[in-house]
């Protein structure tokens, strides 16, 4: 079983930033977190879901952290409320989580200019899920969910 956590990305729940330095104060947040749930230097699936197949090479071009990343395609997985209707496009790629290297991604999903990124570390059960607002912390153990909660406590809802 896994376990949850969700995170603000900045002070007093703020939504978006407005500012170079929020966007620091984002960028650290979501680093430092990132890092916890999935271990600096640790090999990771990225796991990126776009609205059509062709967006990739686009996002591969325009995201210096995506350039270069052999993606693979991942089957097409059905909405929850229709199993006819296919809402993304995935892709996979294997990287090494480093803090810094993916905050062109970080940034991008915190101005909702991707829709849909997750990070995972296959052998802790973990992953890190930015999204405009916040993060999501996946935890393989409540004991880890419990340690991040106290750790991040002021950045929790």
């Known amino acids: 079983m896994a376990w949850q956590l969700r995170i603000h990305s900045l002070p007093q729940g703020k939504r978006y930033p407005d500012t170079e330095a929020e966007y ?35 996002e591969q071009n325009r995201l210096p952290a995506m350039a270069g990343l052999k993606f693979v395609d991942v089957p097409d997985l059905p909405s929850p409320t229709d199993p006819e209707e296919v809402e993304h496009a995935f892709h996979a ?8 290297v993916f905050d062109s991604i970080i940034r991008d999903v915190a101005d909702e200019a991707l ?13 890190y899920k930015p999204y405009d607002g916040g993060a999501d912390l996946i935890c393989g153990s409540f004991e880890r969910a419990r340690e991040l909660a106290a750790e991040y406590a002021e950045w929790l809802p």
């Open 115 to 127: 829709p849909l990124i997750v990070f995972a570390n296959l052998t802790r059960r973990a992953a």
């Open 93 to 100: 790629a294997s990287i090494k989580w480093s803090p810094g």
């Open 24 to 58: 620091l104060e984002l960028l650290a947040r979501h680093n430092a977190a990132a890092t916890a749930v999935l271990g600096g230097g640790a090999a990771c699936v990225l796991l990126v879901g776009l609205w059509s197949p062709d967006d990739l090479a686009v």
